[in-house]
């Protein structure tokens, strides 16, 4: 195997469902453009140039945790993560409640917990406030996951996959719940508050995993593969202070999945005797237009290769690291892949990095 590949010879693991999960209140973005110039825009400015990145974002609708009227009143990064707090816990229970009912499983079966998120900061995490609303056991092993963003729903597969590789018999869950809404900055007129504010939505998701003893049906997991890219810590990310997690994003992601994601993707998929041509379901976080553009023209990609993933972005946004776990609910949802198909499961973020994840039906 090639470096950085991770595969554990027989010990596959088997995606057993998939749960998406959307807050109540949702918009076309025209509404959340003028919405969010009200608040962070200086009064009489001219709005002309964030219509254009909103427009060019191809986003057609988002969902909010609150009432677009009620972000004004928000007043500082504590009111925000209180919020967050609150509805997150609530969204990753519904999310896991929802994965375990889709396969017939109860709390009680689950051994593992992988908790992401990238939008609020909570302790004790997400994933031991769920435990308590759900039931469950006590014994349960819980990794929280948080610096991640946008790879973290593709990670976060990938690392309960190694968790559940020395645990045949095990359960194992992830969930993500992003509430990107709760970060805008007022006040705030940077190139990267303005792109992120037409792209990023709220949503959550959570995935259940079984090791290989357990006989689910569902794509297994064959291997997985990381990458951290040199000198790219500043491409994007978060800036923490006093007024909360203000967005770090530079325009050169576009570039660098075309400097990097290409080669690695046919690197990984030569370790393990496959091509490009070879996937049949491409699975990939919608991280933006020119995000995804770049990676079907590195791959010679067909525009129904990756429509999944642009129906996501328009009907959504990017919804940081549960945008990919929608995609990937979507894909089991919308395609029948025939037994033995492949697919990759792929995702950027903060690092600045990738994350590939190899599955077979």
Known sequence: MGTGARTYGDAMTTVAAVEAVLPPHRYPQHVLTEAFAEVCLAPGADRGVLRRFHENARVQYRNLVLPVEDYPAIEDFTAANDIFVEHAVRMAADAVSGALKQCGLSAGDVDVIVSTTVTGVAVPSLEARVAGRLGLRADIVRVPLFGLGCVAGAAGVARLHDLLAGRPDAVGVLVSVELCSLTVQRGDRSMANLVASGLFGDGAAAVVMTGSSRMESGPRVLATRSHLYPDTERT?????????????????????????????????????????????????????????????????????????????????????SASVLHVLADTLDRRTPAAGEYGLLLAMGPGFCSELVLLQW
């Open 236 to 320: 994007m990310g978060w800036d923490i202070g006093a007024q909360g997690l203000r967005i770090v994003l530079d325009a050169s992601v576009p570039d660098l999945v075309r400097q990097y994601l290409g080669d690695d993707i046919r690197r990984f998929l030569g370790d393990n005797s496959l091509a490009v041509a070879d996937v049949a379901a491409w699975i990939s976080h919608p991280g933006g237009p020119k995000v995804i553009e770049a990676i079907e023209d590195e791959l010679g990609l067909g525009p129904a290769a990756l429509a999944l993933t642009w129906r996501s972005l328009a009907e959504v946004g990017n919804l940081s």
